[in-house]
Nanobody, 122 residues
């Protein structure tokens, strides 16, 4: 089984920073794209940022210039550095990864973490 475990959420004041981490473990053959999504109360889940194996990134317009996604392929980990946080960034943040799992054959999995709460409030 492949799983993703997130860490780093919490309560922060407006203008503050947080760094989220998401580590993948299990029978991983290769990890393709990784990303972060968020869902605020009463709203649909939205893409925050994605990163390819080669490091090509994509960001939602609302976070460009404030958030930075990165990954450490040796550690099977993706990070989200969040700066200049705003109250509207409050949400449950979940990581996602497209993982090829090995077993009797190779399986392509769309994996999700359990989510971590980020609250921006004074």
């Amino acid at each position: 089984q492949v799983q993703l475990v997130e860490s780093g959420g919490g309560l922060v004041q407006p203008g503050g920073s947080l760094r989220l981490s998401c580590a993948a473990s299990g029978r991983i053959f290769i990890i393709n794209a990784m990303g972060w999504y968020r869902q605020a109360p009463g709203k649909q889940r939205e893409l925050v940022a994605t990163i390819t194996t080669g490091g090509i990134t994509n960001y939602a317009d609302s976070v460009k210039g404030r958030f930075t996604i990165s990954r450490d392929n040796a550690k099977n980990t993706v990070y989200l550095q969040m700066n200049s946080l705003k109250p509207e960034d409050t949400a449950v943040y979940s990581c996602n990864a497209q993982i090829t799992e090995y077993g009797s054959r190779l399986y392509l999995r769309d994996c999700w973490g359990q989510g971590t709460q980020v609250t921006v409030s004074s």
